[in-house]
């Protein structure tokens, strides 16, 4: 099938659209021959955006406040009569923080975006989707299956849209609506950058994060949103999984222990021939 109309004539909505990987995914589906609506709560870029693509649409939308989120979905179908898929990519990743540096009020603001926000839209969303046997695709991280240090909040909020994930597969199932995750690792985006520039050394940052991948590169946004494609129009068998889109950077043994870490070797000494 050409990759025109790979998901010809389907509507979709990409969550937290309006650059990086949200970008990315919404570029995929339109070069698919989808329909898509952009939401994002940064309006400038999002509308921005929306005169680069086009076919494009874009609504502003604040996926922590449910009023937003209903005008996004009635928005869609009032233009579009149906809805086929949402991707649930609207999130944030902090500064790193050790655990005592972070709020009970900053999680909960994590929390109501990257997590409870992914519920609001996919709720409110169902009831068209299981008209179509549409799909939903969630945003997840790597982090939330391996860990990441200074980032406790985050891990577990994304830990948590991978385990929502496999649950609401479950339950969509009977409606033949089918539900699944990508878990990015290491794809460059602004935020990506952002990040960066904030460490003490951002350019030995970026190139730590190069080789933390056996294919010694970051992903793309534009990597991401095949994998998207791919889940929606063609992985017609496949819900509840966790979709890795990561270059390998869970695989093989690696240096763990941060500098100043009591290390241990007495075990590696005895076995190992070489010590003695």
């Keep these: 099938m050409a990759a025109g109309t790979r998901y010809a004539g389907k509507v979709v909505i990409v969550t937290g659209g309006g650059r990086g990987i949200g970008a990315g995914i919404a570029r995929a589906f339109l070069d698919s021959g989808a329909q898509v609506v952009i939401c994002d709560k940064d309006v400038s870029g999002g509308q921005a955006l929306e005169q680069q693509l086009p076919g494009a649409v874009f609504i502003p939308c604040d996926v922590t406040q449910e009023e ?12 579009f009569g149906h809805l086929d898929c949402v991707v649930n990519n609207a999130g944030y990743h902090p500064p790193p923080q050790w655990l005592e540096e972070t709020s009970a009020q900053g999680f909960r603001q994590l929390l ?17 989707l299981r008209k179509t046997q549409g799909n939903v695709i969630n945003i997840s991280s790597l982090v939330g299956a391996i860990g990441q240090s200074q980032a406790v909040p985050y891990v ?3 830990g948590a849209v991978t385990a929502m994930t496999k649950a609401l597969a479950l339950d969509e199932s009977q409606y033949g609506v089918r539900v699944n995750c990508i878990s990015p690792g290491n794809i460059w985006t602004p935020l990506w950058e952002q990040l960066a520039a904030l460490t003490p050394d951002p350019r030995a940052t970026i190139q730590e994060g190069t080789l933390a991948q056996p294919l010694g590169r970051m992903g793309q946004p534009a990597e991401v949103g095949a994998a998207a494609l791919f889940l929606a129009s063609e992985a017609s068998f496949c819900t509840g999984i966790e979709l890795l889109v990561t270059g390998g950077a869970e695989l093989g043994y690696g240096c763990k222990a941060a500098p100043g870490t009591p290390v241990d070797l007495s075990l590696a000494l005895l076995d190992c021939p070489h010590f003695h």
Excluded: F, M, Q, W
Excluded at 68 to 79: C, G, H, M, N
Excluded at 112 to 128: I, R, S
């Design 112 to 128: 109501e975006l990257n997590l409870l926000g992914t519920y609001t839209v996919t709720k409110l969303a169902l009831p068209h």
């Design 156 to 158: 577990a909020t994304k």
């Design 68 to 79: 937003d989120v209903k005008t996004l979905i009635s928005e869609t179908i009032l233009r």
